[in-house]
């Protein structure tokens, strides 16, 4: 660990914070602030980064893993300008093009000739053209022979070439170059989705005494402290203290005191609390659902690169075609042309350029995907899962209310309006102000014993497709309140267009009772309904689903069930609170969850086009400089041209809409 002293130079680091809420970024310096790697951290949370400073000695990565440790999911912005390598690579970018056409001019019209042009042209190879040089030497050691090494043979290509012949075409290996870098750029802005899946089951925990201290080391009955904004470390009983708790997969904050258990993982939204813990090592009975997300999660990357096959393939036949042109013919132009032929700028500029297009166009509808592996998992789709009854509705207006023996609807009215919260379940309408909470049957029954003819009324209430919430004031059970429940308007022409899309099933996972469900799906055209499942029912179902289809399931950000199987994850109207970065796409409504299946069918269709166009064209070019029917200048220019029709056909995802 490097050592905090006044003649320790810190280095600034930029973080993306995927915990947005204001009370996680606090406690996230915090923690910060007592790790050996950071001098210092500054929270930004509205825009959602980390600026930190790392002392010699430390990377970036080393940050990621402490703040894992602690349950803070955190990845270092990837974005060009946030970085020394970033930096440094938008200003060979510059200077790249600016000795591009410096070359150009002078080939031309004379601007610079003789050894100042070659000098030109040695600078785009060795100082612009040196991370790639660089990647090939060193795969070259390795015996890895594929795209780096076809890039590095075609930068290279015009020097000797042009020290022989005229005109000179220095400018050709500044072109290679430029797009290149310019698809190095892009990936940078197209930030990694988070890897490190196991971060809500923090592995580091705070002792009795305030010192951070690793879980392996705990026992059974030792003392842990959890502060607000924190995750509870380990499965355990408070012994100390009180606070809203929200356990992982669950919108509802949970009021705890002394004697209240609590789940490893829980995240401690207000006060603070010691626990004891129940188990050695800090073991936790949700360690089955953190494996089951890191095995479901994992990234889905395929249309990276040309497979390594086809790299081989094309490396091949191009030291074939420059050694038929070089032996047969000694025809050292048409030599030239086969290498600017075989780069593979395809597969550089084909994935970056598409993924680009398709974000900004998911952005510009107000949803966005994690990844291109979340892309390519969502394109697979071909079921769909609606995952609980919030994920399709958008309103509840009071319908009906039951007092109970000894109170007024007045009483019961006053709980429904000290709700402030936006879930039209009520899902998290426990411990509001003034001490009311909504709760639903299961909850309510946990509470109190709840008489017959009041369970009476609210199944009248469910048989008319309402939803039911029985009010409480503290532990009194005040009565019970019925609410009718709206959908989006357009969300049935949205069903019905994932059908023409070729989605064979979609279905409504839903906690509520038969009725409500019932009328929540016919509302929204959804034919097939699965009411009264709870969390992990419908996390076994949705992983048993998955095992047989290719499904995406789309919920609000609360619940875990869709991220802990496997099957693409959509958040729908709020960030996944403590599991931000899991899901492969976030948007606004569940009328979207259609139109971002649709733009990532597109985006790998175009992805996948550039990929093919790229390969054939590579193969043809080749063939056609072997034939010696071109010359280095066209070659060159079909080339550009090969790039420009690439760039067209990803740049059309930008005009997607998502309705």
Same mark, same amino acid.
């Given at each position: 660990m490097?050592? @905090?002293?006044?003649?320790?130079?810190?280095r600034w680091h930029i973080f993306r914070i995927l915990a947005f809420e204001e009370r996680r970024a606090e406690a996230l310096k915090e923690y910060l602030d007592g790790r050996d790697e950071v001098s210092l951290a500054k929270v930004n949370y509205k825009d959602h980064t980390l600026i930190a400073s790392l002392l010699p000695g430390a990377e970036g990565r080393d940050v990621e893993e402490a703040a894992t440790a602690g349950g803070f999911p955190l990845v270092e912005s990837r974005a060009p300008l946030d970085s020394p390598e970033g930096r440094l690579e938008v200003a060979l970018l510059g200077l790249t093009a600016l000795a591009t056409i410096i070359s150009f001019l002078g080939t031309y019209y004379g601007v610079v000739t003789g050894d100042a042009a070659m000098l030109l042209g040695a600078f785009m190879v060795f100082i612009c053209g040196y991370p790639i040089l660089k990647k090939a030497i060193r795969d070259a050691l390795e015996m890895k022979f594929g795209s780096e090494m076809l890039l590095a043979l075609a930068i290279m290509a015009p020097l000797p070439y042009s020290y022989q012949f005229t005109p000179s075409v220095y400018y050709a290996s500044g072109i290679i170059v430029l797009i290149a870098q310019a698809s190095s750029i892009l990936n940078r802005c197209i930030e990694p989705r988070f890897r490190d899946m196991g971060f809500f089951l923090p592995t580091m925990a705070l002792g009795e005494n305030g010192g951070w201290v690793s879980?392996? $080391?705990?026992?059974? $009955?030792?003392?842990?402290?959890?502060?607000?904004?924190?995750?509870?470390?380990?499965?355990? #009983?408070?012994?100390?203290?009180?606070?809203?708790?929200?356990?992982?997969?669950?919108?509802?904050? #949970?009021?705890?005191?002394? &004697?209240? %258990?609590?789940? $490893? &993982?829980?995240?401690?939204?207000? $006060?603070?609390?010691?626990?004891?813990?129940?188990?050695?090592?800090?073991?936790?009975?949700? @360690?089955?659902?953190?494996?089951? %997300?890191?095995?479901?999660?994992?990234p889905i990357e395929v249309l990276l690169s040309y497979p390594k096959s086809i790299e081989r393939a094309l490396l091949l036949v191009t030291v074939m075609g420059v050694s038929f042109v070089l032996i047969f013919f000694n025809n050292m132009m048409s030599a030239v042309a086969v290498l600017l032929a075989a780069a593979p700028i395809a597969a550089l500029i084909s994935r970056p350029l598409s993924l680009f297009a398709c974000s900004l166009a998911a952005s510009r509808n107000g949803a966005g995907f994690m990844s291109h592996g979340s892309i390519e998992r969502m394109s697979m789709a071909d079921t769909v899962a609606f995952d609980g009854l919030g994920s399709v509705v958008d309103g509840a207006s009071l319908a009906g209310i039951a007092a109970a023996e000894g109170h007024s609807d007045g009483d019961v009215k006053a709980a429904v309006e000290a709700y402030r919260g936006?879930?039209?379940?009520?899902?998290?309408?426990?411990?509001?102000?003034?001490?009311y909470s909504l709760l639903s049957l299961t909850d309510a029954s946990r509470a109190t014993a709840i008489h017959d003819s009041l369970i009476s009324k609210a199944r009248a209430f469910e048989s008319q497709g309402k939803l039911v919430r029985y009010a409480?004031?503290?532990?009194?059970?005040?009565?019970?309140?019925?609410?009718?429940?709206?959908?989006?308007?357009?969300? @049935?022409?949205?069903?019905?267009?994932?059908?023409?899309?070729?989605?064979?099933s979609v279905l409504l996972l839903s906690e509520e009772p038969q009725g409500v469900s019932e009328a929540m799906a016919k509302k929204a055209g959804i034919s097939v309904v699965k009411p009264r499942m709870d969390d992990e029912e419908r996390l076994e179902f949705i992983a048993k689903l998955a095992a047989s289809k290719n499904v995406l399931a789309a919920g609000r950000g609360c619940g875990i069930s869709r991220l802990a199987a496997n099957a693409a994850a959509v958040t729908i109207k709020e960030p996944a609170v403590g599991f931000e970065g899991l899901e492969d796409a976030v948007c606004a409504s569940p009328v979207n969850v259609a139109g971002l299946l649709s733009l990532s069918r597109k985006e790998v269709k175009r992805a996948s086009e550039g990929m093919s166009f790229?390969?054939?064209?590579?193969?043809?070019?080749?063939?056609?400089?072997?034939? %010696?029917?071109?010359?280095?200048?066209?070659?060159?220019?079909?080339?550009?041209?090969?790039?420009?029709?690439?760039?067209?056909?990803?740049?059309?995802?930008?005009?997607?809409?998502?309705?």
């Amino acid at each position: 660990m490097p050592i @905090k002293t006044p003649s320790s130079r810190p280095r600034w680091h930029i973080f993306r914070i995927l915990a947005f809420e204001e009370r996680r970024a606090e406690a996230l310096k915090e923690y910060l602030d007592g790790r050996d790697e950071v001098s210092l951290a500054k929270v930004n949370y509205k825009d959602h980064t980390l600026i930190a400073s790392l002392l010699p000695g430390a990377e970036g990565r080393d940050v990621e893993e402490a703040a894992t440790a602690g349950g803070f999911p955190l990845v270092e912005s990837r974005a060009p300008l946030d970085s020394p390598e970033g930096r440094l690579e938008v200003a060979l970018l510059g200077l790249t093009a600016l000795a591009t056409i410096i070359s150009f001019l002078g080939t031309y019209y004379g601007v610079v000739t003789g050894d100042a042009a070659m000098l030109l042209g040695a600078f785009m190879v060795f100082i612009c053209g040196y991370p790639i040089l660089k990647k090939a030497i060193r795969d070259a050691l390795e015996m890895k022979f594929g795209s780096e090494m076809l890039l590095a043979l075609a930068i290279m290509a015009p020097l000797p070439y042009s020290y022989q012949f005229t005109p000179s075409v220095y400018y050709a290996s500044g072109i290679i170059v430029l797009i290149a870098q310019a698809s190095s750029i892009l990936n940078r802005c197209i930030e990694p989705r988070f890897r490190d899946m196991g971060f809500f089951l923090p592995t580091m925990a705070l002792g009795e005494n305030g010192g951070w201290v690793s879980l392996e $080391g705990v026992k059974a $009955g030792d003392v842990l402290r959890v502060k607000p904004g924190f995750r509870v470390p380990a499965d355990g #009983t408070v012994v100390e203290g009180e606070g809203l708790v929200a356990r992982p997969g669950s919108c509802k904050g #949970t009021r705890v005191k002394a &004697g209240s %258990m609590v789940d $490893g &993982g829980s995240l401690l939204l207000e $006060g603070e609390v010691k626990v004891k813990a129940a188990r050695d090592k800090g073991e936790s009975r949700l @360690k089955r659902a953190a494996l089951a %997300m890191e095995e479901a999660r994992r990234p889905i990357e395929v249309l990276l690169s040309y497979p390594k096959s086809i790299e081989r393939a094309l490396l091949l036949v191009t030291v074939m075609g420059v050694s038929f042109v070089l032996i047969f013919f000694n025809n050292m132009m048409s030599a030239v042309a086969v290498l600017l032929a075989a780069a593979p700028i395809a597969a550089l500029i084909s994935r970056p350029l598409s993924l680009f297009a398709c974000s900004l166009a998911a952005s510009r509808n107000g949803a966005g995907f994690m990844s291109h592996g979340s892309i390519e998992r969502m394109s697979m789709a071909d079921t769909v899962a609606f995952d609980g009854l919030g994920s399709v509705v958008d309103g509840a207006s009071l319908a009906g209310i039951a007092a109970a023996e000894g109170h007024s609807d007045g009483d019961v009215k006053a709980a429904v309006e000290a709700y402030r919260g936006d879930d039209p379940t009520f899902g998290d309408a426990i411990g509001m102000e003034g001490g009311y909470s909504l709760l639903s049957l299961t909850d309510a029954s946990r509470a109190t014993a709840i008489h017959d003819s009041l369970i009476s009324k609210a199944r009248a209430f469910e048989s008319q497709g309402k939803l039911v919430r029985y009010a409480f004031k503290g532990d009194e059970l005040l009565g019970v309140v019925a609410f009718d429940l709206s959908v989006p308007g357009d969300l @049935k022409a949205s069903v019905e267009r994932l059908g023409r899309m070729g989605v064979k099933s979609v279905l409504l996972l839903s906690e509520e009772p038969q009725g409500v469900s019932e009328a929540m799906a016919k509302k929204a055209g959804i034919s097939v309904v699965k009411p009264r499942m709870d969390d992990e029912e419908r996390l076994e179902f949705i992983a048993k689903l998955a095992a047989s289809k290719n499904v995406l399931a789309a919920g609000r950000g609360c619940g875990i069930s869709r991220l802990a199987a496997n099957a693409a994850a959509v958040t729908i109207k709020e960030p996944a609170v403590g599991f931000e970065g899991l899901e492969d796409a976030v948007c606004a409504s569940p009328v979207n969850v259609a139109g971002l299946l649709s733009l990532s069918r597109k985006e790998v269709k175009r992805a996948s086009e550039g990929m093919s166009f790229g390969f054939y064209f590579n193969s043809i070019a080749i063939v056609v400089a072997a034939a %010696m029917l071109v010359d280095v200048e066209i070659m060159l220019l079909m080339v550009v041209a090969s790039v420009a029709v690439i760039a067209t056909n990803s740049a059309r995802l930008c005009l997607s809409r998502l309705k």
